[in-house]
């Protein structure tokens, strides 16, 4: 894949392509390599909501044919008839009632001003390619729309709760801050020798906005900017997992768990009838 900003990459070759991602590298830095290396994409119901919710808000052009809505529930073959259809459309099928979230979803992002300025001359699910210069490793990214007039990547998700504290701890847990870094480091790098209707791409990124959507009525939409030092610390994980990829690629081994035994401890919370031994630093 030649390094920069593609604009015509389908979702499905981007992930099946080359190039290590932003999840490729949270798998190997919570994980093992062996997880990243031999394990399986999984698709669910919630993914498809997410999916279709992204259309309908980043590319409504491209909703009606990609999503359809099919049966109540997922059963029996209303079900299985409704999948093949779907599959032979090459589109999203969703229940319902997931529909009618999607397009709820829609119209609380609609009325979301943050949204709608940043959606404004945004490009939207291109895919940047750079050439880490440490490992020299292939990257890849495919921000949700860069909006390169202001110079802002935006980041569509759906929670359950989007409140500060939950969306914190979802940030955490799910790796939102080594995706801020790392989609910012390579799509900048790519934008560098990136060129769109034969001129240069501005692709410097000055923020990164999550802009976050309750999946359940009354739907509020929430939006964020992570801490300076959230981000440090989502480059430096980021960074460690690409050395280990770099090295699992140079010596094709994708270690999994230690096979030696290790020192194992319970949880503090769980000393509850005796004192948990002070561990010396």
Excluded at 74 to 79: A, E, F, S, V
Excluded at 153 to 158: E, F, G, H, M, N
Aim: proline share 6%; glycine share 8%; charged share 25%.
């Amino acid at each position: 894949m030649t390094p920069g900003i593609h604009l015509n990459i389908a979702n499905e070759d981007y992930h099946a392509g080359p190039g290590i991602s932003k999840s490729g590298l949270w798998t190997i830095a919570t994980r093992t390599p062996a997880h990243f290396r031999y394990g399986e994409r999984k698709d669910s119901a919630a993914f498809d909501l997410g999916t279709a919710a992204h259309l309908a808000l980043l590319e409504p052009h491209e909703f009606e044919g990609q999503v359809v809505a099919g049966p109540e529930d997922r059963r029996g073959n209303k079900w299985k008839d409704a999948e093949l259809q779907a599959a032979a459309q090459g589109a999203i099928l969703l229940t319902a009632g997931d529909y009618d979230k999607a397009m709820r979803i829609r119209d609380a992002g609609e009325c979301n001003a943050t949204l709608r300025d940043l959606r404004r001359g945004a490009v939207c699910e291109a895919s940047g390619y750079a050439i880490d210069p440490e490992t020299g490793m292939l990257c890849r990214c495919r921000p949700d729309a860069f909006n390169a007039a202001a110079g802002v990547i935006l980041d569509l998700k759906t929670t359950t709760d989007g409140g500060r504290d939950a969306f914190g701890r979802a940030a955490a847990n799910f790796g939102y801050h080594v995706q801020e870094a790392f989609y910012s480091d390579v799509w900048h790098a790519a934008g560098r020798i990136a060129h769109v209707g034969g001129k240069p791409l501005h692709a410097r990124v000055d923020a990164f906005i999550f802009v976050v959507i309750e999946k359940t009525a009354p739907f509020l939409v929430s939006c964020y900017e992570l801490a300076p030092s959230a981000v440090d610390e989502g480059r430096e994980t980021y960074k460690r997992a690409l050395d280990t990829y770099a090295r699992c690629v140079a010596a094709d081994e994708w270690p999994g768990y230690p096979e030696d035994p290790e020192p194992l401890d319970i949880p503090p919370w769980a000393y509850r009838n005796t004192v948990r031994p002070q561990v010396e630093a």
